[in-house]
């Protein structure tokens, strides 16, 4: 990964919560924009929201000036096209998807590149995660669907920079990548809720690149299954990774919400992903 997509981010003081609003905010009713501050000039700011069979995406550019509103349309438009395409291409729930197709063995990962890239990840997460993610221990077989969210946003985004808007924001649920500056000019300031208690003050993030990704944000049991018993993970209300890369963040998120705070020592000094949230229930 090149060193300008590292993450940077910075734990901002609560004070600081007060008195400059937030840009995005995470939470257990829905991700959303706050009203935008004032635009430097020179930039082109647009907000979009799309929404698959799966999921609703909401994406916020900020590009320059230079680039024409006709460039920064098409660059939308192959994002927002990505993220129909992998709904369409890869939903397990679709019989004619490339992963059902996988799952009956009717097709091999390597048939398709992006779909060999999506099953190398999920190895390579039940791997770092000590099996506590595991895509082929889910009832019908393989099902990427704890890292496929936060995949398709990455490839969105892919898109975007080749576009050359380097300067962006795309949610889903309580997921998110950013990239470069709000359309202030400054970091983009994240508000994270707590997943139950709204009587919590947010934990405020300022970020110029990276990802957060939770599981369990509406306190829902049953949805993720312990892949050692079979049986609904039932230790955490919720879990909330920040890293490089959202698919990551995903997977990693997933898994603590599996393993419980056993899943913590998977983030020692030397790792790019950091927990903010693992609550007991």
Known sequence: MRIDEQPRTRWVDQSAFHSRRPDLRLGPRSQRFDRPGAVTGDRIAVRHTVRTSTAEYALLLNAPEWLGHRRVGEALRDAVAELRAIDLT?????????VSRLRRGEISAESYPPLADLVDRCAAMRAATDGWFDAWAVPGGFDPGGLLGGWAVERAAARLRAAGVHDYAVLTGADLVVRGHAPHGGPWRVAVHHPTDRRRAPLVLEMTAGAVGTSGVTGRQGHVVDPHTGE???????????????????????????????????FGSGSDYRPLFAHRR
Request: charged fraction near 10%.
């Open 90 to 98: 890869y939903g397990p729930n679709r019989p004619e998807s490339l």
């Open 232 to 266: 609904p993970a039932d230790q955490l209300v919720a879990a909330t990774v920040v890293g490089p890369d959202l698919a990551v963040a995903d997977a990693y998120a997933t898994a603590l919400y599996a393993a419980g705070s056993a899943g913590l020592a998977w």
